[in-house]
């Protein structure tokens, strides 16, 4: 399973971005998704869930603007991210969990830096 995230950059404090996570090599439509994110010098943390039936999940810090959703035909989960802080600037992450399995995939990271 391969995970390709893409759609960092830097942004103003109050703007948006979105993030996207392109998977191949697993059955897509089965498996939870999940963004998580690393600022520097802290533990990587949940970000957003999205399970293969579409129920989501947040983390406090970001609810009410950050959206989590996925496109199965296109094997691809997003993270739409507005209102952004300067707290919001990491390494965000892309992670698959294949249940058949009890296996987890991590792409590689897209930083994500918001400007004061």
């Known amino acids: 399973v391969q995970l390709q995230a893409c759609g960092g950059g830097l942004v103003q404090a109050g703007g948006s971005l979105r993030l996207s996570c392109a998977s191949s090599?697993?059955?897509?439509?089965?498996?939870?998704m999940t963004w998580f994110r690393q600022a520097p010098r802290k533990q990587r943390e949940l970000v957003a869930r999205?399970?293969?039936?579409?129920?989501?999940m947040y983390v406090d810090s970001v609810k009410g603007r950050f959206t989590i959703s996925r496109d199965n035909a296109k094997n691809m989960v997003y993270l739409q991210m507005n209102s952004l802080k300067p707290e919001d600037t990491a390494v965000y992450y892309c992670?698959?969990?294949?249940?058949?399995?009890?296996?987890?995939?991590w792409g590689h990271g897209t930083l994500v830096t918001v400007s004061s």
């Open positions: 090599g697993s059955i897509f439509s089965l498996d939870d």
């Open positions: 992670n698959e969990f294949d249940f058949r399995f009890e296996t987890e995939y």
């Open positions: 999205i399970s293969s039936g579409g129920r989501t």
